[in-house]
């Protein structure tokens, strides 16, 4: 099994970073480079427990569908997706978010475990990994951005925030 986590410390109050963090608009923008998107259950607005998504987006030259489901919901502590269906033999993503005296502490923790044994193992650690770390890096300092710049236009997000 791969752990893969990360801390982002965002200038913004925990309930907003929360929000924008389970926005699909705000993914959707974020994974631009992917052209990640919404095609199934929730596909606008705010996840909420109990909701699935599938994604369809674009890693390695090929289309790739990923369905999950919001399994845990503590607003604004924490939420966690799961992979109900897609490429990984296992896929667990908790989002945890900490309030702090400069605002939020946004935390990932990814745990993933790959299929075909030992060439998806190789797959893995000479791929994978980094491909995902950089993915959740960008999507991270993307939503930092968005918050904390002072020239955003709100009126694309408004109702998240």
């Known amino acids: 099994m791969t752990i893969i986590r990360l801390t982002t410390q965002i200038k913004t109050p925990v309930k907003k970073v929360f929000d924008l963090a389970r926005s699909i608009d705000f993914h959707t923008i974020s994974a631009e480079k992917t052209k990640e998107k919404a095609i199934a259950g929730r596909t606008s607005g705010l996840i909420e427990l109990g909701e699935t998504v599938t994604w369809r987006g674009r890693h390695f030259g090929i289309y790739l569908i990923h369905k ?65 770390t950089q993915f959740l890096t960008t999507r991270n300092q993307s939503i930092k951005l968005h918050l904390e710049s002072k020239n955003t236009v709100k009126s694309v997000h408004k109702s998240y925030l």
């Open 68 to 132: 999950s489901i919001i399994t845990a919901y503590d607003y604004p502590n924490n939420f966690t997706d799961k992979m109900i269906k897609g490429c990984f033999k296992t896929f667990k993503h908790q989002h945890v978010f900490h309030k702090t005296p400069a605002g939020t502490e946004m935390i990932d923790i990814l745990k993933y475990e790959t299929p075909y044994g030992v060439l998806g193992v190789f797959f893995d650690h000479l791929i994978l990994k980094k491909h995902l």
